[in-house]
């Protein structure tokens, strides 16, 4: 079975860091993106970050110079570091997997809460 499973969420004061994890099956990184999403109002997702399977990455204007995505092929595990996190970044992150069909694999997501 597909199954991605995020982790590291939590509170963190404003101009905090937090590093979201995401385990997923070997197999996906092999042909696929991985990348974070955001839920926004209106139950949609939004794209915080992406990488391909060829290491590209790319990320949305809102989160560039204080986010940064990686994965650890050996590990099959997808990171976010999140730095100078602002309270508009709480949102629930979730962890997502897609190829070239575009079919999307998610994870059940995690809660990011910035507050002082």
């Known amino acids: 079975q597909v199954q991605l499973v995020e982790s590291g969420g939590g509170l963190v004061q404003p101009g905090g860091s937090l590093r979201l994890s995401c385990t997923a099956p070997?197999?996906?990184?092999?042909?696929?993106?991985m990348g974070w999403y955001r839920q926004v109002p209106g139950n949609q997702r939004e794209l915080v970050a992406s990488?391909?399977?060829?290491?590209?990455?790319h990320y949305a204007e809102s989160v560039k110079g204080r986010f940064t995505i990686s994965r650890d092929r050996a590990a099959s595990t997808l990171y976010l570091q999140m730095n100078s996190l602002k309270p508009e970044d709480t949102r629930v992150y979730y962890c997502?997997?897609?190829?070239?069909?575009?079919?999307?694999?998610w994870g059940q997501g995690t809660q990011v809460t910035v507050s002082s």
């Open positions: 997502s997997s897609w190829g070239k069909t575009e079919h999307h694999y």
């Open positions: 070997g197999s996906l990184f092999s042909i696929n993106s």
């Open positions: 990488i391909t399977s060829g290491g590209s990455t």
